[in-house]
């Protein structure tokens, strides 16, 4: 069966420091991979989805990136932290050419002071 | 541009009783329809979805009806339990591998 897991599950990180979250799945091959936001009140705001290795397209332009290093790995990645950056960050992975149907990971909470 | 809406932020149902949980859009190339529930600090869950070409599929408590002319779709859940106590999101997709969520609406079970 597949999996899929995120780290680390909470992280606290000062204004201006670098961001790296990791994605990965398990039991799958060329899966569709995506991040996911929802701040506090809000709905899941898609933040960058992936094809394939090495193709990344932006949803939202802001201050974070993302990259695709192997087949099933995912990282969400920011040079500098902004407060606006907080939130709960959701990994997904779909089936490449199947229903559309996404599987989330645990999460993140991400608090930026 | 909210193309996915769901536009009761809270619903307060006793327990064993039905809840009923909606969802409009406007993108008419929709052809795929999906509710998802979220406990806090939890990833959402799949709970269950429907094609275009449907307008009813049933999975145990949970129904999902689809009603294309009216751009609607609701979530039965029958009969209502304490656990069902959740978020539930509504997405839609159109061929693109991308789903387009709303943004929730938070269910209370009560006794």
């Known amino acids: 069966s597949q999996t899929i897991h995120q780290w680390p599950a909470t992280l606290v990180q000062p204004v201006g420091s670098p961001l790296s979250l990791e994605c990965t799945v398990e039991g799958t091959s060329n899966p569709n991979l995506y991040w996911y936001r929802q701040a506090a009140g809000r709905g899941l705001q898609l933040l960058f989805y992936?094809?394939?290795?090495?193709?990344i397209s932006s949803e939202v332009p802001q201050n974070l990136s993302a990259s695709r290093p192997q087949d099933r790995q995912f990282i969400l990645s920011s040079k500098k932290l902004l407060l606006s950056d907080s939130g709960f960050y959701l990994c997904?992975?779909?089936?490449?050419?199947?229903?559309?149907?996404?599987?989330f990971g645990p999460g993140t909470r991400l608090t930026v002071l | 541009d909210q193309q996915v809406k769901q536009n009761s932020p809270s619903l307060s149902v006793q327990e064993g009783r039905i809840s009923i949980l909606n969802c409009d859009y406007t993108n008419s190339m929709f052809d795929y329809f999906l509710w998802y529930k979220k406990y806090p600090a939890e990833g959402p869950t799949f709970l269950i979805s429907?094609?275009?070409?449907?307008d009813k599929n049933e999975d145990g408590r949970f129904t999902v009806f689809l009603n294309k002319s009216a751009k609607h779709l609701s979530l039965h859940i029958v009969p209502s339990q304490p656990g069902d106590s959740a978020v539930y999101f509504c997405?839609?997709?159109?061929?693109?591998?991308?789903?387009?969520f709303g943004t929730g609406t938070r269910l209370q079970v009560f006794p």
């Open positions: 997904a992975w779909s089936v490449l050419g199947g229903t559309d149907t996404q599987y």
């Open positions: 992936s094809v394939g290795i090495g193709q």
């Open positions: 429907i094609s275009s070409i449907k």
């Open positions: 997405a839609a997709s159109a061929d693109t591998d991308k789903l387009i």
